[in-house]
């Protein structure tokens, strides 16, 4: 209790000898203003809950001093990172390795777990095993690299036992499933 006591009046004494010199109450730590104050975010056509914490940034943008939160339609592709269309976005981490490795500018915070991955099959995909000579549908390249390293995990060669299939609009992966043109879709868990 001492030990807190002391600190408290150090503390306390520091700030009044701040104030006799001039320095100003926030203190000598304040964080200085932000460089820019608008910061553009992805805005994606379904919602799901792995976005949840981008629901409520908008608030906690403005109170970190963020003026301007602007949304931007986009299919969640981390090119778009790249290419500079967004400024922060959710992205799996296979494709920004794959952007990384291509050199592009891209700077990353953390990876998105791939647990709500689903792999699904038709009756003759029971295994990951069981995708060789058989075409696969995935979204994008992160997705396909996700593919590709489950594939790779139980020996086969990704590049020549699997055909991927990366059709323009993500819904159309899983339409290609259901209409038996694929055998095997990378999707969500129901």
């Known amino acids: 209790m001492d030990r807190i006591r002391r600190d408290f009046l150090g503390s306390l004494a520091l700030a009044g000898t701040g104030s006799l010199l001039g320095v100003p109450s926030e203190g000598a730590s304040a964080d200085p ?78 990876g998105v777990h791939g647990g709500c991955y689903e792999l699904l099959g038709t009756d003759r995909v029971r295994t990951v095993s069981d995708l060789k000579g058989k075409r696969v549908a995935v979204r994008n390249p992160g997705r396909q690299a996700f593919v590709a390293s489950m594939a790779s995990y139980v020996g086969l060669d990704p590049r020549t036992d699997v055909t991927f299939v990366m059709p323009t609009q993500g819904p159309e992966a899983m339409q290609m499933f259901v209409d038996g043109k694929v055998d095997a879709f990378l999707g969500f868990s129901p």
Not at 34 to 43: A, H, S
Not at 58 to 68: P, S, V
Not at 70 to 86: H, K, P
């Open 33 to 110: 203003p932000l460089e820019t104050t608008k910061i553009r975010l992805p805005r994606y056509g379904v919602d799901v809950a792995c976005v949840a914490p981008q629901w409520i940034a908008e608030e906690l943008l403005r109170a970190e001093g963020f003026t301007e939160v602007q949304y931007v339609m986009t299919v969640g592709s981390a090119e778009a990172i790249a290419e500079a269309r967004l400024d922060l976005m959710l992205s799996e981490t296979p494709a920004l390795i794959l952007l990384l490795d291509g050199g592009k500018p891209v700077v990353t915070l953390a």
